[in-house]
């Protein structure tokens, strides 16, 4: 599992300094500058419903291990994101597929769904019923792309993350009213104890 390709997702709730400071812009870029072993690109937006929630999106070509020529950067990182939150980041590791998540990401909006699956769901029946949720929004206008993934932490391994790419909310609202949403959504909740979804609008900050 260490080796698999996996989004780390980070939701920052923000104070004042989010938008007064430039601390986060600071530990992007000292994100971009380090020589973190397998970070490929990174994304961030907030939330459209929620603009105080700050998502952080980093790729990785394989689970973040830590090591000792890496600490005073993480070091830096935390002192950065520490001052512009009220309470501490929530980090999720999720193992996309398909990975990358980039035709996501580079939709004006991208729909994010975290659920919790039910205990006793059985997972590859669920499995399918994922894909088949998301297979038919690929035929769908305004849709970039789509992804899931379990979470791999320990934590969280009962949570999945699906990603979709829109056009615009309205596309995604249009969507939802069609007959092969409906038919799809249905077993997905049924699977799950609760959801949360929210879109952000995500900028590319690897370059």
């Given at each position: 599992?260490?080796?698999?390709?996996?989004?780390?997702?980070?939701?920052?709730?923000?104070?004042?300094?989010?938008?007064?400071?430039?601390?986060?812009?600071?530990?992007?870029?000292?994100?971009?500058?380090?020589?973190?072993?397998?970070?490929?690109?990174?994304?961030?937006?907030?939330?459209?419903?929620?603009?105080?929630?700050?998502?952080?999106?980093?790729?990785?070509?394989?689970?973040?291990?830590?090591?000792?020529?890496?600490?005073?950067?993480?070091?830096?990182?935390?002192?950065?994101?520490?001052?512009?939150?009220?309470?501490?980041?929530?980090?999720?590791?999720?193992?996309?597929?398909?990975?990358?998540?980039?035709?996501?990401?580079?939709?004006?909006?991208?729909?994010?769904?975290?659920?919790?699956v039910k205990p006793e769901?059985?997972?590859?029946?669920?499995?399918?019923?994922?894909?088949a949720s998301l297979e038919?929004?690929?035929?769908?206008?305004?849709?970039?792309?789509?992804?899931?993934?379990?979470?791999?932490?320990?934590?969280?391994?009962?949570?999945?993350?699906?990603?979709?790419?829109?056009?615009?909310?309205?596309?995604?609202?249009?969507?939802?009213?069609?007959?092969?949403?409906?038919?799809?959504?249905?077993?997905?909740?049924?699977?799950?104890?609760?959801?949360?979804?929210?879109?952000?609008?995500?900028?590319?900050?690897?370059?």
């Amino acid at each position: 599992m260490s080796n698999t390709p996996v989004t780390e997702i980070i939701t920052l709730t923000g104070n004042d300094a989010m938008k007064t400071t430039s601390n986060f812009q600071e530990a992007v870029e000292l994100l971009r500058q380090s020589t973190f072993e397998g970070l490929q690109r990174m994304y961030w937006g907030d939330r459209v419903q929620q603009p105080g929630i700050r998502q952080l999106f980093i790729d990785w070509a394989r689970r973040p291990q830590g090591s000792e020529s890496i600490v005073a950067t993480t070091a830096q990182i935390k002192e950065k994101l520490d001052a512009v939150v009220d309470s501490p980041p929530t980090r999720r590791l999720v193992a996309f597929n398909p990975f990358p998540t980039n035709k996501c990401f580079a939709a004006p909006f991208t729909e994010l769904i975290i659920s919790t699956v039910k205990p006793e769901t059985n997972l590859n029946e669920f499995n399918k019923i994922v894909d088949a949720s998301l297979e038919v929004c690929h035929d769908f206008e305004g849709c970039y792309g789509t992804a899931w993934g379990y979470v791999v932490d320990p934590e969280g391994a009962n949570e999945v993350v699906l990603l979709v790419g829109w056009e615009s909310p309205e596309h995604h609202v249009a969507f939802m009213k069609t007959e092969p949403a409906t038919r799809t959504t249905a077993p997905y909740v049924d699977g799950v104890d609760d959801s949360t979804v929210f879109y952000v609008q995500a900028q590319d900050a690897s370059e």
